[in-house]
């Protein structure tokens, strides 16, 4: 199974609103980093929090990371169109191992 | 800085064929990812490299695949013989440092489609 799993696996929503997406992973980590996919073309990395961060930002990108939980959330404030893509989380699941996990992604959908 | 390259973008070949996709790394980044995305599996992770030398090559599935680094610029993933199953889009991505402390670049993908 997926160490990281994305919810919803689809969210489509109205331009201007506020879109959330939640991971959840099953191992101790070192950080968790969020990508974005636009359809046929590469990942592109978003953000990163570290095991010992609780929030994060970065523009219009915020980040929470709860480790007792083993979740995170991506929230994009005042979506636009240009927003549409997949989102996937992306974890190390081993202390000192250099490989990252990907979770299944959320499509997410902006209407204008 | 161009990023992470591959070639060929798409590929259609038939079963039983070889195929060779490309990849260069960004300039001065040690490490680099093979990658297979898939609608039914995601996105896996074949093998990756640190300072040309390959260090963990457990999800590639099968001998008919292999891969290699001959320099700090170049890489390549061979599929030989080819299979419909292995249909995918393939990425390779590279980063400097310890990866999994540093973001990956993606490159923009090779799609490779097995008849």
């Known amino acids: 199974s997926q160490q990281g799993e994305e919810d919803p696996q689809a969210l489509s929503i109205q331009e201007g609103e506020n879109a959330t997406m939640n991971c959840s992973y099953k191992?101790?980590?070192?950080?968790l980093q969020w990508y974005r996919q636009n359809s046929g073309r590469g990942l592109v990395h978003l953000i990163l929090?570290?095991?010992?961060?609780r929030e994060k930002h970065s523009g219009r990108l915020r980040v929470t990371l709860d480790t007792s939980k083993k979740s995170s959330s991506l929230l994009i404030t005042a979506s636009r169109a240009a927003d549409t893509a997949s989102y996937f989380c992306?974890?190390?699941?081993?202390?000192?191992?250099?490989?990252?996990?990907f979770g299944t992604g959320t499509r997410l959908t902006i209407i204008p | 800085d161009a990023g992470v390259i591959q070639s060929p973008r798409h590929e259609v070949t038939e079963m039983g064929q070889e195929v060779t996709l490309r990849c260069k790394p960004i300039?001065?980044?040690?490490?680099l990812f093979w990658y297979r995305q898939t609608m039914m599996r995601g996105l896996e992770l074949l093998i990756y490299?640190?300072?040309?030398?390959?260090?963990?090559d457990s999800g590639m599935p099968e001998d008919r695949f292999s891969a290699k680094m001959p320099n700090a610029s170049f890489s390549t993933l061979k599929i030989q013989p080819s299979e419909p199953r292995d249909s995918a889009v393939y990425f390779c991505?590279?980063?400097?440092?310890?990866?999994?402390?540093?973001?990956?670049?993606f490159g923009p993908g090779t799609r490779l489609t097995v008849t």
């Open positions: 991505a590279s980063t400097a440092g310890t990866g999994a402390f540093y973001e990956q670049y």
């Open positions: 300039s001065g980044h040690d490490y």
């Open positions: 490299f640190n300072n040309n030398v390959p260090i963990d």
């Open positions: 929090i570290r095991s010992n961060e």
């Open positions: 191992t101790s980590i070192n950080n």
């Open positions: 992306a974890t190390d699941p081993n202390f000192g191992n250099e490989k990252l996990t």
